[in-house]
Every structure is written in structure tokens, then in C-alpha cells.
């Protein structure tokens, strides 16, 4: 009888986690596309010290939905013109474990909001936050650091590497 | 604009712009001249199954009794409705074979080329020209002179969709990666309505299109407005209203041509004043429900590529005016 009982919140465990999975969320209220909360800054001196780095989780992460979403965004607003699929070219690749400015969320939406001085664009006030997170959390995907099951399975167009759920994870060094 | 299932079954058994029963070309009339030969067939066939099968039930013979002549007159009258069956089948298969001959073949003598590219959920619609600068794009609303031969070259973006405007043609699949042809004739002006006939996600449902047949005319100079460039700010507020277009997310998807907006991600919307309707015949194309759109597709069209956007109310009235500008 016990076992049973486990079994049974097991099922449902299993199912509400993949609840998250597949939400979609179309009515998020208009996204703000106010950036002042950014923690980006483009040298390493404070006066009174640095904030203390903020931890922001990316809750998309956990969104199958979200990331593909992202990944269509990522070709549509041609981030795959400077970055190709992530190996990089004019723009560093996105699918290793190097970053330059940080592989949290935080840091990614901020160098897609601000701009980095050597050639990445900003995009503040032209891509609605929502939709930055969403490429945030794809671009993560990149390198394996999102579950398998939320990962892109599969592209849209043909395939030149492995979909985003088979990549290895390489968790960011810096 | 909204079309409920019962008024699209009504207009499909009575006529109407969206009805296969109100053929306005050459290919309609085949399709319709099918459609009623076997609904009359087959209406008469069913009529006159039930009278026999009423007939039987009310000249039901007792169990026991047997007569062979009357069962070898039956034989025969079996073998004769099986015949007549096979004619009539045969019949049908002949009539679609040379009907569907007819609808396929592709007129291409002086015809207009237009290009129609299946996005989700709506419709991108090019006039092909050998100079570009007289390349024409609009969406949603297909703009086409009454008499004349259009050839039709479909393809996709995304997903598989389908062109159906049923006055006009039969359906056609729009297929990533794949380019088909098929054409169609309007014989007299009018507005026909079409609609996506291929299940393609969240807003199938809203994936409607017109096609105006207009006389030479006046069609012509549709296309010559079409062609210019969009129409300068001739004020500060439509001025203002531009700025806040090239400024916000607008300009990361649409063409404004004649402005830094290049981007094809959503419709063209260069003349969007000139269009009847918007997000793909969802909604009338007035300054009310184009404000409602801006700052809340998602509850409009829930799961567009259009995310609901956030404007402060002077932007907003600003951007409604050049919009609104835009003939
Ligand atoms: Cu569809």
C-alpha cells in the first residue's frame, strides 16, 4: 500500500514538473522595455566597491516553449549573422565554455541589452525584454546548460551541428 | 470581419466571397460543375436507395414461401444497379479527370506573376518584377485585375499552409523550401475571401486573406501607389510618430520602405493605410483596433510573432497618426 502511495506522487511529481515545461506564456502583460535595473557596466572600479553580483534565474530556462521561441528570435533578429549557430565568427562563439563577460543569465541579457565595446550592437529598447530573455536562455542552450528535455530538439533549418539538447554541457569557466 | 463556422457552412451551401458554390474563374467553374454533378448523382442515388429499401420493407415475402422466378428477376435486377453503379462511378472519375486536367494547367501568356509566402499566421504577397525597383510588397491582401491571367507562385517560411480562396481556385499547399505554381482568373470584379486550409499552429484559425479583383483601371493605379515609397511626415506629430516606429521594437521586424525599417520578419508596412484589414483579416483596419494590436496582440491573436509592446500614451497617438498615414 505504501508503495503505491509513493508511486502515485512520484507520477505526479513527474507530471507537474513537465507542466513548467510546456507553459507558454503569450499574456505576460507588454513586457517593459525599461533597462535601468541592468547590472552592466564597462569597467571593473566602483566607488564604494561593486554591487554584489546579482543572481537573477532565468525562469524560461525551465520552458521548452520559451527556448525554442528564443532560437527563432535568435535567427530572426540575425544574431546568427555575427554568431552563426555558435561557433562564432565576427562575434565570439557562444557554445563554449569561454565568456568574456559572464555566462550567467544576468550577464548575457545585459551584453544583449548594453552592447561590449568590440563590435556586439545594443539592442536596448529594440528587442522587449521578454523576448531578450528567451534569446538569453537559448543562447545557454547553446552550451549544454539547460535540461536536455527543454533544449531544442531539432532546427529549422538544415542541420550543421548537433540540436541544442545532445550538446555537452560546458559550464562557463569565469 | 469574423466569420462564424455556421455562417462559413451557410455561405459554402448558399454562395457568397467565401463559397465554392460562387465561382468567379475558370477553375471554380470546373470545380463547382463537379461539385453539383455529384451532389445531384449522389442525391439521387440516395433518394433512390431508401424508396427501394422502404419498398422491401413494406413487400416483405413470408419465410417459407419460394419462387424462383421471381428470385432469378431479382438476380438480374441486382446485376443491372451494379452496372449502373460502375457507369456512374465511371462517369465521375472521367468528369474529375478532365475537370482537375483543366484547373491544373498552367496559363502563362501575359500572365501577372504574384508570389505568396505562407508565414505564421499571415500572408507575404509579391508582385515579381524584372526591375526591382517596381517590386511590390504588401501582405494579406491580393490586389488583382479582373480578365487577366495571375500566375501564382507559393512558397513557406515556417510550416507547411495552405492557399484556399474557394471562389477562385482549389487549395494549394505552401511548402518550406518548395516552390509550386498553380493560376487563377477573376471574371468579375469583387472581394473574395481565402483562408489558411493547412492546420499551422496557434492562429491557424486567423489566417485569413482577400483577394480584390478590380477592373484594369483601377487596379493599375492600386500598383502605381504601391510602388512609391511610404509618404514623408508632412507634421511634427507624424514626424514624432516615425521617430518612435525607427526607435522601438517596430523596426527589428517590418519594412517601412523609404525609412532605415528593413526588416521582413512581419508584414510589409509601407502602405499599411491602404489595407481594409489587419493581422491577416483578424480585425478592421481602423485606429482603434490598430492601438489595441500594438499594445496587446497577445490577447488578439494569442502566440503571434507579434509580441504586445509597452508605449507611453503620447508615442502611441504618435505612431497611430503616421501609421494612419501611410496610404
Ligand atoms: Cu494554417
Redo the contacts with the bound molecule.
Sequence with gaps: MKRLYFIVIGFVALLLASCEREQRRFQQGAPSTDTSQSHASMDEIYPGGARPPSNVANVYEENAYMVSEGKRLYEQYNCVGCHFHGGGGIGPPLMDADWIYGGEPQNIHDTIVEGRPNGMPSFRGKIPDQQVWEITAYVRSMSGLLRKDVAPGRSDDMSIKKPEESQKPEPPKK | MKHSAFSNLGSFLLGGNHSVTSPASPQAHQINGIWWLMFWVCGAAFVLTMLSMAGAIWRRRKAIEVDHARDSRRAAFVALASGIVVVVLFVFLVASAVGMKKTEYIETRNALTIQIIGHQ?WWEIIYNDPVPSQIVTTANEIHVPVGKPVLILTSSRDVI??FWAPNLNGKRDLIPGYQTAFWIQADHPGVYRGQ??????HQ?AH?GFEVIADPAGKYEQWKAAQILPAKEPEDDVKRHGREVFLSHPCVMCHTIRGTDAGSRVGPDLTHLASRGTIAAGTLKNTTGNLAGWIMNSQSIKPGNHMPSMSLQPDDLQALLAYLGSLQ
Excluded at chain 2, 196 to 201: L, N, Q, R
Design positions: 499566421w499552409h495552405s489558411c486550409a493547412e492546420f499551422c499552429g491557424h489566417m
